[in-house]
Each structure stands twice: as structure tokens, then as C-alpha cells.
């Protein structure tokens, strides 16, 4: 099984966003066969608009499942109505689907109105109970790190009470890795014991400190890098278990 994993495409109605989601999506259009899912991890639209989601239900059409979580950009009514065909409402968007006996445990851990995150107790045991439902490979996907990734302004929003989180995994050894974004940087490390990957930015590219440019504020822009191409992880699932992620950086 191949996973497309991208992540904070921040679409804001220019061509800019559009063009580099576009690029992805035909990248991704052009392999000699479809990736199984592609996993989007939040921040999908700008600022949460229903102009902004109707783009991007438009731009991520794909031959696969396509399978999204909130990030702390998106607003959950404007996010279900315009991406889900739910009815709009406020709660938690915590979504669960099994592609060929591989479950995909997509979680909101966003904060309304916060750019932190945190998992709620209602989405922690509505995780409890779907990774209860069986014993084949699980990805647990979400849009905030639970842990440091030495970015420090993002490490300052990262999702908190990951001891909880923890719990819940060490339940469920079938967990195969934590997908997550909203460091705009494509890293891998782990957290609880289990492989945790982040997507990079399809918008933006995050600095650590030490690069140039990598120490300025939020109110300078942010250590970010605005001409880093597009990018995306393909995770590969192999028949004995293990997880290979490639990082691909697509030309504008
Ligand atoms: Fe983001």
C-alpha cells in the first residue's frame, strides 16, 4: 500500500496556494497507478471559508480515497459542510476508514479559535474505540505534533496532554505510525514509541533556528521559506509491516 501524505495547503483564494495544490495533485495524477489513500493533515484552507473549502474539494479530487483532518487554520462547520457533505456543527471532526484492511483514524486536534491543539477526552475514546475494532495496521492521523520538533514557534503550538495520547497507543500495538503536519517541514521522529512523520508544507517551508531567516517572529513573517517547491511524503506499507517514507518535492 502507498500513502500520499501532504499537509498544510493554506488555500486563501489566490493562485499561488491553488497552484502548488495543483501541482501536487497532478504529480500525483501522473504515477502509472493511483496511490491506495492520500492523507491530508490539516490546515486545508486559509481561513476557513466556504469559498476556500469549495476550492478544495474541487482541487483534491483523486481516483483514491481521499481522507482529511481539521487544522487550526480550518473552522469545523465551514470544514464539513464544504469538504465532508456533513451538517455543519461545532464538535469534534474524528473520522475513521479501513482501505484494504488498513485502518486510517483521522482525529481533530484542533482548538477553536487557538492555534495550539489538543486531543478532546471525546476524541481520545472515540479513538480507543475505533483502533478497538480490530488488529490489522492503523494510522493515527492528526494536524499538531504531540511532541517537540525543534521548530521552536511551532514546538510552542503543538498539540499538549500527549500523555493521554500515549495511553491510548499503548493500548494498541497495531498502530503502525502518527501522521501529522503543521510544521510545514517534512521530519520524521517518534512519539510514545511509534514512528510519528510530518508532511512537509504544499504552501510554505519551515526553517529550523539555525538556518538564515530561521529566528524571525510571527510578526516577521515567521521562520518560514516561501520559494521551497511543494512537497509531499509517500509512505510505503510493506507486506511485513514496515513503514518507508519518501519525501518528493514537486516543480512549480
Ligand atoms: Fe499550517
Known sequence: ??????????????????????????????????????VVTGDIADHGTAAEYARAAELLKYPAPV??????????????????????????????????????????????????GFLADE??????????????PAFVAFHHPP?????????AIRQSGPERLAAVLARHPRVTALLAGHVHTGASTTFAGVPLRIA???????????EPGG?????????????RPPALLLHILHNDGRLTSHHRTIPL
Open 147 to 155: 511532541v517537540e520538533v525543534g521548530v521552536p514557534l511551532v514546538d
Open 200 to 210: 512537509p508544507g504544499v504552501v510554505s517551508g519551515s526553517l529550523l533556528p539555525a
Open 215 to 227: 529566528d524571525s517572529a510571527w510578526a516577521e513573517g515567521g521562520p518560514l521559506e516561501y520559494d
Open 123 to 136: 476524541t481520545l475514546a472515540w479513538l480507543d474505540g475505533v483502533l478497538s475494532g480490530g488488529d490489522g
Open 67 to 116: 481522507l482529511v483532518c481539521p487544522g487550526n487554520h480550518d473552522v469545523r462547520a465551514a470544514f464539513r459542510a464544504g469538504l465532508l457533505d456533513l451538517p455543519p456543527s461545532d464538535g469534534p471532526i474524528d473520522l475513521a476508514q479501513e482501505i484494504d484492511g488498513v485502518l486510517f483514524a483521522m482525529c481533530d486536534s484542533t482548538i477553536p479559535g487557538d492555534g495550539a
Open 1 to 38: 500500500m502507498i500513502i500520499a501524505h501532504l499537509s498544510d495547503l493554506h488555500l486563501d483564494g489566490e493562485a499561488r496556494a491553488e497552484d502548488r495544490v495543483a501541482a501536487v495533485l497532478g504529480y500525483l495524477g501522473g504515477l502509472a497507478e493511483p496511490v491506495d489513500a492520500v
